[in-house]
C-alpha cells in the first residue's frame, strides 16, 4: 500500500466535546457544518434524481447547461431521516438500529407520514428484506441470510445513502463507537463487509470533518486504513461468532482502487450492471471530498470556513459534474452532498438550491433540534424530542387504511401525469425533447 496507509491520523480518535469551547468560532463552525451535511445531502438527493439511471451521454445532451431547478428528495433522504427522527424521539440517549427497523418497515408501506410522503424509490435489496415476515424478529439475521443466499453478491448502495448522520450523532464518541455504531446500522439490511466499511468511512469521515480533525488530503488518506482495519476485525469476530469461517473477507485492492481515482469516468458510473454498486458511490464521494479539499489544503478549521466562502460555486459545480456522469446519480450525489456539506457548511451552499428545496424549514428545523439534542449548541432550547409528533412512528398523523394508501397513490399519479402534460404543453422549456432527440 502507499505510504500514506502508514500516517497516523490527525486526532481522529479524540472523543467529547470539549473541543466546542477552544473558541466561540469552533461553535459555530460546527453548528454550520451538520446543517451543511444534512442539506448537503438532500440537495445531492433532489438535484440527482434528474439523471438517474441515465448514461453520461444521455445526461449530458438532456442537460448541456448544467442547470437544474430544485424539487423534493427521494428515498435516500428519506432513510436517512429514519434514522434522525428515531434519536430526537429517544432524546438522543439511545441510539437504535432495532427501531429504525422498525421505522424502515412501516415507511415501506406507509411512506414518510410526518411529511405525508409516499415510499417511492424502494430498492429491491431493501425491499426484499425488509418485507420479510421474520424481519422484525431479527432484523441482522434476515439481512445476513438474504445475502448468504444469494453467494455473497449483492453489496448495492442502500445502506451508505442513509449513514451520513451517524456521523453527527456520533461526534461525541470515540472513533471506534463510531465504526460500530455504522456496521450496526448497516447490517440491518446490508450484510456484505463492502457495505460496512463504506458506511464507516463515510460516518467517520462526516464525525472528523464536524470535528476539525479531516481538512486535508493527507488526513482522508490516514483515516482509510483506519477504518479498514477495524472493519476487518469486525468480519473475522462476525464469522467467528455466525460459525461462518468461510464468509468472504475484503478485497484490499478493489477497495482501494475505487478509493484512489483521479476522475469520475474510472469509477463508470453509469454502467447499467453495476451502477447501484456500494464501491462506485463510495469512491465518487470520497473523489468529490478530494477536489474540494484541495482548494484549501493546509488549512486550519477556520481558515477552512473562510476559504469556502471564497468559492462559493464549488459545491454545486463538484455535484454538477458528479450528476451529468448519470447513473445511480441521485445516491452517489447524496452520500457526496453529505461529505462536502460538513466540509463547507451549510451557509456556503447554494442559495438557489437550498432555497428551492421542498420541506427546506422543516428540515433546517430537525437539523437545530438535532443540534439541541447533541449538545452542540450550549443554548437551551425548548426542543424535547419525545414529544415532538413528528419523531413518532407514525409521525403524529395515525396510519393510513388500505383504502386511503390506495387513495393517495392515485392522487400522486393524477398529479405526476399533469405535470406530463403541462411538459408536451412547454416542451421548448423541458428536457424531455432534448434526450429523445439525442436517443434517436
Known amino acids: 500500500m502507499e505510504a500514506a ?19 466561540p468560532f469552533v461553535r459555530q463552525t460546527v453548528l454550520d457544518r451538520i446543517r451543511g451535511a444534512v442539506f448537503g445531502a438532500a440537495l445531492g438527493d433532489a438535484v440527482g434524481l434528474y439523471t438517474e439511471f441515465l448514461s453520461r451521454d444521455m445526461s449530458l445532451a438532456a442537460y ?18 429514519l ?18 427497523a422498525h421505522r424502515l418497515r412501516f415507511w415501506c408501506e406507509q411512506g414518510l407520514r410526518c411529511l405525508d410522503r409516499l415510499p417511492l ?49 456520533c461526534l461525541e464518541k470515540a472513533v471506534e463507537i463510531t465504526f460500530h455504531t455504522a456496521a450496526e446500522y448497516s447490517v440491518v439490511t446490508h450484510a456484505d ?21 479531516v481538512f486535508t488530503e493527507s488526513d482522508v488518506d490516514a483515516f482509510i486504513p483506519q477504518c479498514l482495519s477495524w472493519v476487518d476485525q469486525w468480519i473475522e469476530e462476525r464469522s467467528s461468532k455466525e460459525g461462518n469461517v468461510g464468509d468472504p473477507r475484503l478485497d484490499h485492492e478493489e477497495f482501494y482502487r475505487h478509493l484512489k481515482v483521479k476522475r469520475f469516468d474510472e469509477l463508470q458510473l453509469d454502467d447499467a450492471m453495476t451502477m447501484g454498486y456500494v464501491y462506485k458511490t463510495l469512491g465518487a464521494a470520497i473523489l468529490c471530498l478530494r477536489l474540494a479539499l484541495r482548494h484549501s489544503s493546509g488549512s486550519t478549521t477556520t481558515e477552512m470556513s473562510r476559504s469556502a466562502a471564497k468559492f462559493p460555486n464549488a459545491f454545486e459545480n463538484l455535484l454538477t459534474t458528479l450528476i451529468l456522469q448519470g447513473g445511480d446519480a441521485d445516491t452517489n450525489a447524496c452520500v457526496a452532498g453529505a461529505l462536502l456539506g460538513a466540509l ?38 425548548p426542543y424535547k424530542g419525545s414529544e415532538d409528533p413528528d419523531t413518532s412512528l407514525d409521525g403524529g398523523k395515525g396510519v393510513l387504511t388500505r383504502e386511503e394508501l390506495e387513495a393517495r397513490e392515485k392522487a400522486f399519479v393524477h398529479a405526476y401525469m399533469a405535470r406530463l402534460h403541462l411538459g408536451r404543453d412547454q416542451p421548448e422549456k423541458g428536457w424531455l425533447k432534448k434526450l429523445l432527440k439525442h436517443a434517436q
Open 5 to 23: 496507509e502508514n500516517a497516523t491520523p490527525r486526532e481522529i480518535t479524540a472523543s467529547g466535546l470539549d473541543f466546542l469551547s477552544l473558541h
Open 64 to 81: 448541456p447547461e448544467g442547470r437544474f431547478q430544485l424539487g423534493t428528495w427521494t428515498d435516500d433522504t428519506d432513510h436517512a431521516l
Open 83 to 100: 434514522i434522525i427522527l428515531s434519536y430526537l424521539h429517544y432524546d438522543g440517549k439511545k441510539l437504535s438500529p432495532l427501531d429504525f
Open 121 to 169: 424509490g424502494l430498492g429491491r435489496t431493501i425491499g426484499s428484506i425488509v418485507t420479510d415476515r421474520n424481519y422484525l424478529n431479527d432484523p441482522k439475521a434476515t439481512a445476513y441470510n438474504y445475502w448468504v443466499k444469494g453467494k455473497y453478491h449483492a453489496a448495492p448502495n442502500g445502506s451508505l445513502m442513509r449513514a451520513y448522520p451517524l456521523g453527527i450523532l
Open 193 to 213: 463487509p463492502r457495505c460496512v466499511v463504506s458506511c464507516c468511512l463515510v460516518t467517520g469521515l462526516i464525525r472528523g470533518l464536524l470535528r476539525g480533525q
Open 344 to 381: 463547507m457548511g451549510f451557509n456556503s451552499l447554494p442559495s438557489h438550491w437550498r432555497d428551492g428545496l421542498a420541506h427546506s424549514q422543516w428540515l433546517l428545523n430537525k437539523c437545530d433540534a438535532l443540534i439541541s439534542v447533541t449538545k452542540v449548541n450550549n443554548e437551551t432550547l
